[in-house]
């Protein structure tokens, strides 16, 4: 059997479990795709010294000593800004409670469970649930920046485009907030012909009304022109100029949007770059998939 399969038998057991089978399961879950600490040192300090997390300089710390226990998590210690630090500061996995249950609830939000059901199935607070879903957005928002190149400096091909707007939702927040100011939101989905997507989000001024809105407005466009609209009768110039890419991202949003019934306007950007961190890797298996949500948390 190989690994895949293992992860898979595995998740169905746990899934399935009762209360008291379930922390064992939980565990030995968190085990098969825990990352190991030399990896994660290896990732963090690239140049091969260490990197401190506060000044950013290099070079500047020393190691002394171990964090844990069972002698993995090295201590380290920056001189100029007076920091003690360890191998997972800095990380999503840094001080987290409830350790074993961090990886099943992270394969559970790639899923889509919606959090409520999370918590439920994991035996933690919908608090925590909530908490822990912001925490991971931010280091996906973090790491989808740094991923995704801006399509339109290199547009040497094709690029879809769709366009929708939205009035923000007060979703979550405080009911009489006061320091969200309402605008539209404007999302532009781009999807190029190379498969790389973007997500941009642009916040007009004035609100629109229902009628006003832009529901969807999809375009092709080549070196930043849009194309006009093709009515061609020749197949090939419809093969090329389709945009169902774009349309298929978007449809998932749309989903996800009404799944939710809204997201408060400060956190769109993060769903938002959730959304393509999802599109982008769409085509990994579960295993694969969670190994670099993971990695991104570093
Ligand atoms: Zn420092």
């Known amino acids: ?123 933690i607070s919908p608090t925590t649930a909530h908490t822990w879903r912001h925490l991971v957005l931010q280091y996906i928002e973090r790491y989808m920046t740094d991923l995704v190149a801006d399509l339109n400096v290199d547009s040497e091909v094709l690029i879809e485009t769709s366009i929708r707007e939205i009035n923000p939702s007060h979703k979550g927040l405080r009911s009489r907030c006061s320091s969200v100011v309402p605008y539209t939101q404007r999302i532009y989905f781009q999807y190029d012909r190379r498969g790389r997507i973007q997500v941009s989000l642009i916040l007009l001024d004035a609100l629109k009304t229902k009628r006003q809105l832009i529901r969807t407005d999809t375009f092709i466009s080549l070196k930043g022109r849009r194309l006009s609209h093709v009515n061609s009768s020749l197949t090939s110039q419809r093969v090329l100029h389709h945009n169902r890419n774009v349309q298929y991202f978007q449809s998932k949003f749309d989903m996800m949007y009404t799944n939710m019934r809204g997201v408060a306007q400060p956190y769109l950007n993060r769903y938002l770059h959730w959304q393509s961190f999802l599109e982008h890797h769409r085509m990994l298996n579960p295993r694969e998939k969670l190994r670099v949500l993971l990695l991104a948390c570093l």
């Open 1 to 123: 059997m190989n690994e895949s399969n293992v992860e898979n038998l595995l998740w169905k057991q746990l899934i399935t479990a009762t209360k008291e089978k379930k922390g064992r399961l939980l565990q030995q879950f968190s085990e098969l795709h825990a990352i190991h600490v030399d990896e994660i040192r290896d990732r963090k300090h690239l140049s091969g010294d260490i990197v401190c997390p506060q000044c950013n300089e290099i070079g500047t710390s020393t190691s002394y000593g171990f964090f844990d226990s069972a002698k993995q998590r090295r201590r380290y210690f920056c001189k100029p800004c007076n920091l003690h630090f360890n191998d997972l500061t800095g990380t999503l996995f840094h001080n987290r409670k409830l350790r074993d249950h961090f990886i099943p609830f992270l394969r559970l939000m790639l899923e889509g469970t919606p959090i409520r059901t999370i918590a439920k199935e994991l035996h």
